[in-house]
C-alpha cells in the first residue's frame, strides 16, 4: 500500500456552533420572514426610539461627494440586492447561513447605535433646484420613514457585502459581474444620498467581515 493511500484524511474541524437551518424552500422562506421582521424591529428601534444623537466633522471626502438626488433609487436597490440573492439562492441550508449572518450584523449594529448615537446632518445638503419630481417624493417618503440616525455602521454596506457572498454559488454564480455592479452602486448611494458619513462605510465594511467569518466558515455548523 502507498503512502498516499495510507495517509489519513485531515479531520474536520469541531464547529464552535450548532445552528438549526431551513430544510425545504417553503421552511427557507418562512425563515426568511421570520429574519426581515427581526432586523426590522432591531432598525427601527434606535431609529425612532434612541437619545439624543450626536454627529460628527464632514470630512473633505463628505463634503466633496455631492448630492445627487436620483441616487436614493440605488439606496434602495439595496432591498432588490437581498431578495435576489436570499431568493437566488437554492440550497435552504446556504440560506440560512446568510440569514445567520444578517441577524447578527443587525443585533450588533442595534447595540452600537444605541450606545453610540449618531445623526447624519442631512439638512447641510439642500435639494437642488429642478430636481425631478418624482424623485423628490421618493427621497420625502424614504426621509420620513428612515431619520438620518443609525450611521455608524452602514448596514447597506453590511449587507450589500454579505449578499454578494451568495453569488459565489450556482445558479447565481452566472450573475456575479451583476451583482458586484449594483452592490458597489448602492454602497456609493449611501454617500450621494447623503445618509451616511465616509466612516460608516468602513465600518459596514468591517461588520460585513465578521458576519462572514463567523457564519460562513466550517467553525458554524448550519444543518
Known amino acids: 500500500m502507498s503512502a498516499t493511500a495510507s495517509t489519513p484524511a485531515p479531520a474536520e474541524p469541531r464547529p464552535w456552533l450548532s445552528l438549526p437551518a431551513a430544510r425545504t424552500p ?3 422562506v418562512s425563515a426568511g420572514i421570520v429574519c426581515g421582521l427581526v432586523c426590522a424591529a432591531l432598525y ?5 426610539l434612541g437619545g439624543a444623537p450626536g454627529t460628527l466633522p464632514l ?17 434602495a436597490a439595496m432591498y432588490g440586492l437581498l431578495g435576489w440573492a436570499f431568493f437566488g439562492t437554492a440550497c435552504p441550508r446556504r440560506a440560512s ?12 449594529a442595534a447595540g452600537i ?4 448615537p449618531l445623526r447624519f446632518p442631512r439638512e447641510a445638503f439642500a435639494l437642488p433646484p429642478g430636481t425631478w419630481g418624482l424623485n423628490r417624493q421618493a427621497i420625502a417618503f424614504w426621509h420620513a420613514i428612515d431619520a438620518p440616525v443609525n450611521c455608524l455602521p452602514s448596514l447597506h454596506v453590511t449587507t450589500a457585502l454579505l449578499c ?3 453569488f459565489n454559488a450556482a445558479p447565481l454564480r452566472r450573475h456575479r459581474a451583476a451583482a458586484l455592479l449594483l452592490a458597489t452602486l448602492t454602497i456609493g448611494s449611501t454617500l450621494t444620498f ?7 462605510l468602513l465600518g459596514g465594511a468591517i461588520l460585513a467581515a ?6 460562513f466558515s466550517r467553525r458554524v455548523r448550519v444543518a
Open 210 to 215: 465578521l458576519g462572514w467569518a463567523l457564519f
Open 97 to 108: 447561513r446568510l440569514l445567520y449572518a444578517l441577524a447578527f450584523c443587525q443585533v450588533l
Open 59 to 75: 470630512t473633505a471626502l463628505d463634503l466633496a461627494v455631492p448630492f445627487w438626488p436620483a441616487s436614493v433609487w440605488l439606496y
Open 194 to 200: 447623503k445618509q451616511h458619513y465616509a466612516v460608516d
Open 44 to 48: 427601527l428601534a434606535p431609529n425612532r
Open 26 to 28: 417553503r421552511g427557507k
Open 164 to 166: 454578494l457572498w451568495a
Open 113 to 116: 447605535y444605541t450606545l453610540i
